[in-house]
């Protein structure tokens, strides 16, 4: 059963535009989320964080949205740029993190 | 360069054997987490140890065992190996064993090939 869903498996925007990419969860318990980025041959990396207390959280061109009553989060990148191009999991902590499965972004020149 | 380093990057063993997989942490970060991906799947968390102690354990199965020594690093071991075995197995660390809000520095990962 998981506990954190990602939906979308892929995802292309226009470069400029801007990029929603959403997540899922089951575990009210949950009391962090995060997203992290991947590139190919690279271990996934940190890009933002939200506290289940908060409703937004930005930083730069990324903004998470939580609706803790939908048990949803979204990540929104404005504006998307071709460097964005990678997958996004979304991660949730409970005693440690449950990931999702990923979502591949494309940012179209 | 995260700064967790793994090894080996690539991995190519047959079924039944027994492979040792590496990770060095970031300096300075007591805790080393395991995660393993298989294809199209999301990270699933293997084991957590904090300072040489086992902290929490995930789906690990019974086949595969960790440890972590105390120069830090770690080692996971996985033992009578199958076909479905294959798959992305990443190393992470953190400062300090409740990291929720910054999250874990991850390694590149070592690619494990059963055939």
């Known amino acids: 059963d998981q506990q954190v869903k990602q939906n979308s498996p892929s995802l292309s925007v226009q470069e400029g535009r801007i990029s929603i990419l959403n997540c899922d969860y089951t575990n009210s318990m949950f009391d962090y989320f995060l997203w992290y980025k991947k590139y190919p041959a690279e271990g996934p990396t940190f890009l933002i964080s939200i506290s289940s207390i908060k409703d937004k959280n930005e930083d730069g061109r990324f903004t998470v949205f939580l609706n803790k009553s939908a048990k949803h989060l979204s990540l929104h990148i404005v504006p998307s740029q071709p460097g964005d191009s990678a997958v996004y999991f979304c991660a949730a902590a409970g005693q440690n993190f449950v990931f999702g499965p990923g979502t591949r972004l494309s940012v179209l020149p | 360069d995260s700064g967790v380093t793994q090894t080996p990057k690539h991995l190519i063993t047959a079924t039944g054997q027994r492979v040792t997989l590496r990770c060095s942490p970031r300096?300075?970060?007591?805790?080393v987490y395991w995660y393993q991906q298989s294809l199209d799947q999301g990270l699933q968390f293997l084991i957590q140890?904090?300072?040489?102690?086992?902290?929490a354990k995930g789906n690990i199965l019974e086949r595969f065992s960790a440890q972590q020594f105390p120069d830090l690093h770690s080692e996971l071991n996985l033992s009578s190996l199958e076909l479905g075995d294959s798959a992305l197995y990443f190393c992470?660390?953190?400062?300090?064993?409740?990291?929720?809000?910054?999250?874990?520095?991850f390694g590149s990962g070592t690619r494990l090939t059963v055939v």
């Open positions: 140890y904090y300072n040489g102690e086992e902290r």
């Open positions: 300096s300075g970060d007591l805790s």
């Open positions: 992470a660390s953190s400062a300090n064993p409740d990291s929720r809000r910054y999250g874990y520095t």
